[in-house]
């Protein structure tokens, strides 16, 4: 069954090394595509991005956190445990226990560990940007540490454990995303929610928010609210969500229904919506999958009528 499994997995990706090589090559032999940029940019500007080259700029950190997956983290931390416990009042073992590292001091208290003196020079607050340099290469970040580990090299891979981490007693909110504008969009993305969202996506979509949220009617809460039946609903109503204690800062909001065009801010970054939420998730970059996940969200007990006329819905909730 394995074997059948990693031979289908095999063609599979075979098959689409074939259609990636073909159609690179095709796109060359054709010059199928005249807006084509010289290679290399004569300057670079700083702080402005590369457009099209695609592979040439990784994601910033901030947004590689957005996409990210905490499940993923978890497995990618099993090269950790050699070394580290990360469970609420572990001992510690090679290296200090992880419980609450993201926002804490770094090379503190610990249980009284015993940290280089490398480390300890470092001094600050494990931020998301220093614990990505720091999993990069630790000598690199620290040079003399203990912690003999050569990094992790896949960026995605880092933000993941780094999820992970936060998830493990800081819940940090995550830095907002930098907003990259759907393929063939010119705008930048500042319109209205235009883009038609497809359920089925979006279900996929979901899969991030699964960590946190059920969707199924009764659902349990769990870190997040039970999301059945949200979309037109008002906002942060724990009577309708089994008494879930929200913060403060999305009651603030409570006048005010999920109308498509709330859902799109606030997805796009919880943060911004309702600054000092509890609900520490980026954001989705994409409107594309704002569109699909709000699809869904109406379809499990919604009552929005979708597709971009975010007029209507609010100046309802105004009349209140
Ligand atoms: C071979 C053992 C080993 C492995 C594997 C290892 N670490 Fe470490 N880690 C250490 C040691 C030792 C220290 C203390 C470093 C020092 O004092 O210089 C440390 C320190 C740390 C710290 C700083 C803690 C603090 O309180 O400041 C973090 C964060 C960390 N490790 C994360 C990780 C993560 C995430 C992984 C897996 C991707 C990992 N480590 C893999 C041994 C290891
Ligand atoms: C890390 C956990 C976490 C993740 C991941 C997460 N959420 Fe949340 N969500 C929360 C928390 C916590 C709240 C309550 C926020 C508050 O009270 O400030 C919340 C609140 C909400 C609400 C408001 C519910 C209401 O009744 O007012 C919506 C809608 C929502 N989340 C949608 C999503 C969607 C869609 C995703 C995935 C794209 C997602 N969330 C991902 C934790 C999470």
């Given at each position: 069954?394995?074997?059948?499994?990693n031979?289908i997995a095999?063609?599979?990706?075979f098959?689409?090394?074939?259609?990636?090589?073909?159609?690179?090559?095709?796109?060359?032999?054709?010059e199928a595509?005249?807006h084509?940029?010289p290679?290399?940019?004569?300057?670079?500007?700083?702080?402005?991005?590369?457009?099209?080259?695609g592979?040439a700029?990784p994601?910033?950190?901030?947004n590689?956190?957005?996409?990210?997956d905490v499940a993923?983290?978890?497995?990618?931390?099993?090269?950790?445990?050699?070394?580290?416990?990360?469970?609420q009042?572990?001992?510690?073992?090679i290296?200090?226990?992880?419980?609450g590292?993201?926002g804490d001091?770094?090379?503190?208290g610990?249980?009284?560990?015993?940290?280089?003196?490398?480390?300890?020079?470092?001094?600050g607050?494990?931020?998301?940007?220093d614990l990505n340099?720091?999993?990069?290469s630790?000598?690199?970040?620290?040079?003399g540490?203990?912690?003999?580990?050569?990094?992790?090299?896949?960026p995605?891979?880092?933000?993941?454990v780094?999820?992970?981490?936060n998830?493990m007693?800081?819940?940090?909110p995550l830095?907002?995303p930098?907003a990259?504008?759907?393929?063939?969009?010119e705008?930048?993305?500042?319109?209205?929610?235009?883009?038609?969202?497809?359920?089925?996506k979006?279900?996929?979509v979901?899969?991030?928010?699964?960590?946190?949220?059920?969707?199924?009617?009764?659902?349990?809460?769990?870190?997040g609210?039970?999301?059945?039946?949200v979309?037109?609903?008002?906002?942060?109503?724990?009577?309708?969500r089994g008494?879930?204690?929200?913060?403060?800062?999305l009651?603030a909001?409570?006048?005010?229904?999920w109308?498509?065009?709330?859902l799109?801010?606030?997805?796009?970054?919880?943060?911004?919506?309702?600054?000092?939420?509890?609900m520490?998730?980026?954001?989705?970059?994409?409107?594309q999958?704002?569109a699909?996940v709000?699809?869904?969200l109406?379809?499990?007990?919604?009552s929005?009528?979708?597709?971009?006329?975010d007029?209507?819905?609010?100046?309802?909730?105004?009349?209140?």
């Amino acid at each position: 069954m394995d074997d059948r499994f990693n031979t289908i997995a095999g063609w599979t990706l075979f098959g689409g090394i074939v259609a990636l090589g073909l159609s690179t090559l095709s796109s060359h032999y054709f010059e199928a595509d005249k807006h084509h940029r010289p290679e290399t940019m004569g300057y670079a500007i700083a702080g402005v991005e590369a457009e099209g080259g695609g592979a040439a700029k990784p994601l910033p950190l901030a947004n590689l956190l957005a996409q990210g997956d905490v499940a993923k983290g978890e497995k990618i931390f099993a090269k950790c445990k050699a070394c580290h416990t990360i469970d609420q009042g572990a001992a510690n073992g090679i290296g200090p226990n992880l419980w609450g590292i993201v926002g804490d001091n770094k090379a503190e208290g610990r249980g009284g560990y015993a940290f280089s003196d490398a480390l300890k020079a470092v001094g600050g607050k494990w931020t998301f940007d220093d614990l990505n340099k720091w999993l990069t290469s630790p000598k690199a970040f620290a040079d003399g540490t203990k912690m003999t580990f050569a990094g992790i090299s896949d960026p995605q891979d880092r933000a993941d454990v780094i999820l992970y981490l936060n998830s493990m007693g800081s819940n940090e909110p995550l830095p907002a995303p930098e907003a990259i504008p759907a393929a063939g969009d010119e705008s930048g993305g500042e319109k209205a929610v235009a883009v038609v969202g497809d359920p089925a996506k979006g279900e996929k979509v979901f899969a991030k928010c699964r960590s946190c949220h059920t969707i199924d009617k009764g659902g349990a809460n769990g870190i997040g609210p039970n999301l059945y039946g949200v979309p037109g609903e008002q906002i942060a109503n724990s009577a309708d969500r089994g008494g879930f204690a929200f913060s403060d800062a999305l009651k603030a909001h409570s006048g005010d229904k999920w109308t498509e065009a709330n859902l799109d801010k606030w997805l796009t970054s919880p943060k911004s919506f309702a600054d000092g939420t509890k609900m520490t998730f980026a954001g989705l970059p994409k409107e594309q999958d704002r569109a699909d996940v709000i699809a869904y969200l109406n379809s499990q007990g919604g009552s929005l009528t979708l597709g971009g006329g975010d007029a209507a819905p609010a100046a309802d909730a105004e009349k209140k």
